[in-house]
């Protein structure tokens, strides 16, 4: 079988949840929906189409030399293997919010975020653009959407401060606006799909730790696991 994985899920559910991946890409158990406040959307929105097409260094002397450009592009990787486990394949598939398009002719993927960025989160997110970049880099087909030339990856983060009003009946959302960059490491990448996460899909469901915060969720409504 091929499975089809989110970038997203490498952010936090591989971490923080081995059984709740295995679940939903072995079994197609979801871990419940998260609805998101109608303002994140909004300032994803706004983030972008004051972005588009603009060079960032124009605009703060912080943020990269390039352009930005390529909102929401739906990528899919080849597959990818491992022969020790014929029966599974994987294929990323995700929509990435954004391309840096560099002077020089390169290439960045970009994801967007609103709210401040620890460093532990940065590491997490780190995997996540990895998989988005693979995908980019490593085509399923020549029909879908890649790049050749990428130089490197990162997060371009909003943290919101303030609230302002200009006194005409009208207000907004001051904040901080910084790039995160991160080095391409693809062969790495596809490392971890073919050591660790093919071996984790083929083999017998993992066993949930009491740590895991979805199975903490489920256990409320009197789940159980019962191991083979």
């Given at each position: 079988m091929t499975v089809l994985i989110s970038p997203s899920d490498f952010a936090f559910l591989y971490d923080q949840s081995k059984w709740g991946f295995y679940n939903k890409y072995k079994n197609g158990i979801k871990r419940p929906t998260?609805?998101?406040?109608?303002?994140?959307?909004l300032i994803d929105?706004?983030?972008k189409e004051s972005f588009l097409n603009q060079n960032l260094y124009s605009i703060c002397k912080d943020l990269p030399d390039a352009t930005f450009r390529d909102a929401d592009k739906w990528?899919?990787?080849?597959?990818?293997?491992?022969?020790?486990?014929?029966?599974?394949?994987?294929?990323i598939r995700g929509k990435i919010?954004?391309?840096?398009a560099y002077p020089d002719e390169s290439f960045a993927i970009i994801d967007l975020k609103t709210s401040d960025v620890s460093n532990q989160y940065a590491e997490k997110y780190k995997r996540q653009l990895m998989a988005y970049s693979y995908?980019?880099?490593?085509?399923?087909?020549?029909?879908?959407?890649?790049?050749?030339?990428?130089?490197?990856?990162?997060?371009?983060?909003?943290?919101p401060k303030k609230f302002h009003i200009d006194y005409n009946s009208k207000g907004g959302i001051k904040?901080?606006?910084?790039?995160?960059?991160?080095?391409?490491?693809?062969?790495?990448?596809?490392?971890?799909?073919?050591?660790?996460?093919?071996?984790?899909l083929a083999g017998k469901e993992p066993a949930p730790t009491n740590e895991d915060p979805q199975w903490e969720y489920?256990?409320?409504f009197g789940f159980e696991f019962v191991e083979d």
């Open positions: 998260v609805i998101m406040p109608k303002i994140f959307t929105h706004s983030f990528v899919v990787s080849k597959e990818i293997s491992n022969p020790s486990f014929p029966d599974i394949k994987v294929q919010d954004a391309v840096f995908a980019v880099k490593n085509p399923e087909n020549s029909k879908a959407f890649h790049l050749d030339n990428l130089k490197n990856t990162g997060l371009l983060i909003f943290d904040g901080d606006i910084r790039w995160l960059e991160y080095e391409l490491d693809l062969d790495g990448f596809e490392s971890f799909i073919v050591d660790e996460v093919i071996p984790l489920l256990k409320q």
